[in-house]
């Protein structure tokens, strides 16, 4: 064992820049070249003459306006919500935060379904309040896409202003109500600028989330014709005539305006820190609440978890629960033959179930694997290569999927690319682990940062080999963090829906593109049943694999 000796770092850095130009870069870059050269010949010219189209005007305005809407509506949900469990006595209560989340890890075109069906004529709405029959109308429209993107996307926001929050001490504030400011004031001139850069970071993130989000508009946005960018791109390489031209500009133009506002994010972060945390600690300044206003901070509450949690899983469970729709709520209507159907191995249901834990652990285990590589390379690694891999293997997370997914078909389905991978379950494995691989480089690399080069010095002077020491030593000490890495990845390949829709081979379907296209043919008690088991299944995953990982960390 001792004997064994690994190739030079600069050979393992090589290695895996030239796998990642493989996995990710070229993919990206075809997207770059598809937009200019077309039948042998470069035309520029017709790139910016289809930009400025008054086509990709109105569709990049309505990502646009719709982003700007979600991100102003998240906001005025988490704002209070932030504050009132961070200077109430609600913040003892921590089961909030974890509640909060589970609208952020529900498949948004999930919520979607659920909202529409709740909402929709002779839906559960006016079948549980029949006042509101007819007052409904007004959810199929802009309005409605907005209030469910934001009821999913407010959670991230309510993070990020919560711990903005956190970090200010209560002296900060005490010092401007002792030279005389007003609450008001104290808000305006010392809450509120502390915050803004924090929140500005979250905005931009929420922003970029909406604009690349494809379930909710590919649901609700295509009922009310209410087209943008992600839907087009959908369009254009997956319906009839195809055009491959057209999609490539539309993926330009969005992959330009998320990194305008990436970049936009990292001049915020850069020129807007405060060092609020010093060594005198930063208790936080409590506000007191009279019994009123304590009822009214738990009213807000529980409206805004109803509305993000209660009607879609409401909708979802009752739906899956229905014998005949058009019977309506009703106990001798409900049944569990869905569920039943959901599990029968002769029905596409069950294949499409196996299909994606069979995908998902596949590309998971794969993902495990090159996080380790990555992580630890750019960890530990000094070379002027570094900064290089660390940026390519976590550029899919920063570039909208659906791009990714495009660039990804450009580059496998290309004529002069030798390998068949195109049309087969591989393709869909490469898809899933491209989208999903900076998730473990990230928690791999957060792992290894934190080993002391003294424990890798160590088993040197002790005669063990960089094998030896990988196994015995680095490894055991970022397990946490390649679980982590695997479980993101399983879990979010249950629920990939736009890299499932576009490159599935003809007769293989994923849990997440059976869903969508039994909704979209009016099978929908058979769809959310199975929205339903992947809900159980992830939750199952993740408490399965938070109980090793607890373990591995306390052995």
Known sequence: MNNLQLPKVSNYLLMALISLVILVLAPIASILVNSVYQQDQWHFSNLFRQILDIYTLTILWNSIQLALLVTLAATLLAAPLAWITTKTSISRHKWIDIVILIPFMTPPFIDSMGWMIFMQHRGYLEQLFPFFSGRQDWFFSLAGMILIMSLSLFPFMYLVIKNCLLRIGASVEEAALIYGASRWRMLTKVTFPLVISGYLMGALLVFVKTISEFGTPATLGKQIGYYVLTTEIHRFTSNWPIDFSKASVLSLVL????????????????????????????????????????????????????????????????????????????????????????????????????????????????????????GLLVAKGKSRLTPIVDFASLLSNTVPGIVVVFGLILFWNSASNPVPLYNTKGMLIVTYIVLFLP???????????????????????????????????????????????????????????????????????????????EFDQGNTSLAMAMALVVVVVTTGVLILLKTIESRWKSA
């Open 439 to 517: 998730y473990t480089v990230q928690y791999v690399k957060a792992s290894a940062e934190q080993i002391s080069h003294s424990l890798e010095d160590a088993g040197r002077i002790c005669g063990a080999s960089k094998w030896y020491s990988f196994v015995r030593i680095t490894l055991p000490l970022i397990m946490p963090g390649v679980i982590a890495g695997w479980m993101m990845s399983f879990i979010i390949g249950q629920r990939e829906l736009v890299g499932s829709l576009m490159v599935k081979p003809p007769g293989v379907e994923t849990t997440a593109t059976f869903i969508f296209s």
């Open 255 to 374: 992959l330009t305006t998320s990194m305008l506002m990436w970049a936009g994010q990292l001049y915020i972060s850069n020129r807007s820190q405060y060092q609020l945390i010093t060594g005198k600690g930063a208790k936080l300044r409590m506000v007191e609440l009279n019994r009123w206003q304590l009822a009214a901070c738990w009213g807000l509450l529980a409206i805004i978890l109803g509305f993000s949690i209660g009607i879609p899983y409401f909708s979802i469970t009752a739906t899956a629960l229905l014998d005949l729709a058009g019977f309506g709520l009703n106990w001798s209507n409900l049944t569990l033959r869905h569920f039943a159907d959901v599990f029968n191995t002769d029905n596409d249901a069950f294949a499409a179930l196996l299909n994606s834990i069979q995908l998902s652990f596949y590309a998971a285990s794969i993902c495990a694997c090159l996080g380790i590589w990555y």
